[in-house]
């Protein structure tokens, strides 16, 4: 089956790095995403990497995949206080339904 | 680019009435949409996907007569909540993937607050 694990939060100080970490079960997931969400809004895309890729980075966002592990994770360099809302780490199957982390309440503080 | 609105953003009603939730596409052709539930402080459920002019797909557990759901074009889908009851309120948050922008990704709309007293 489909499970998303995340922990919950995450605080850091503003400048700080911030890491958050994912893991998923099934094995033959083919993109890996990860999505921001603040207060009473929707989803964010932020990146997403295919799972035949072991990192990606974007300006201040690092994705790591670590596919023997099933272990996902997304660094934020030079964390800022708009940075602040809940990430969710997805997975899917080619086209198919993206499941959902159970999402990473990202606090940073001044 | 892949711009996604639904309409209302926020909509409060009695048990018993009937409410449509428009999700549209602005900037592309829709030729999938999802439809998702989310509690507060939880994680998104997938409750539906919907191709454009063919029937829903439904997730195990919900039901598709309560929550029905149109895709009549490529740039708009509605979910309508059949006799609305108060555990229906929640957070219903669509996305769409399609034609013209990258398809291996869904974009998301900014979500529709639902209040049923």
């Known amino acids: 089956g489909e499970d998303v694990e995340q922990s919950l939060f995450l605080s850091v100080r503003e400048g700080d790095s911030s890491v958050i970490n994912c893991t998923y079960t099934d094995s033959s997931s083919t993109y890996l995403y990860w999505y921001k969400q603040e207060p009473g809004a929707g989803l964010q895309l932020l990146t997403y990497i295919f799972s035949n890729m072991d990192m990606k980075q974007d300006q201040r966002l690092t994705v790591l995949l670590n596919k023997k592990d099933k272990h996902l994770s997304l660094r934020i360099a030079d964390t800022q206080t708009g940075d602040s809302a809940i990430y969710f780490c997805a997975e899917s199957k080619g086209f198919q339904k993206l499941v959902f982390g159970t999402g990473t309440r990202l606090l940073v503080s001044p | ?117």
């Open chain 2, 1 to 117: 680019g892949a711009v996604v609105s639904q309409h209302p953003s926020r909509v409060i009603c009695k048990s018993g009435t009937s409410v449509k939730i428009e999700c549209r596409s602005l900037d592309f052709q829709a030729t999938t949409m999802f439809w998702y539930r989310q509690f507060p402080k939880q994680s998104l459920m997938l409750m539906a996907t919907s191709n454009e002019g063919s029937k829903a797909t439904y997730e195990q557990g919900v039901e598709k007569d309560k929550f029905l759901i149109n895709h009549a074009s490529l740039t708009l889908s509605t979910l309508t909540v059949a006799s609305a009851h108060p555990e229906d309120s929640s957070f219903y948050i669509c996305s769409a993937r399609g034609s013209g922008v990258s398809t291996d990704t869904q974009y998301f709309g900014p979500g529709t607050r639902l209040t049923v007293l």
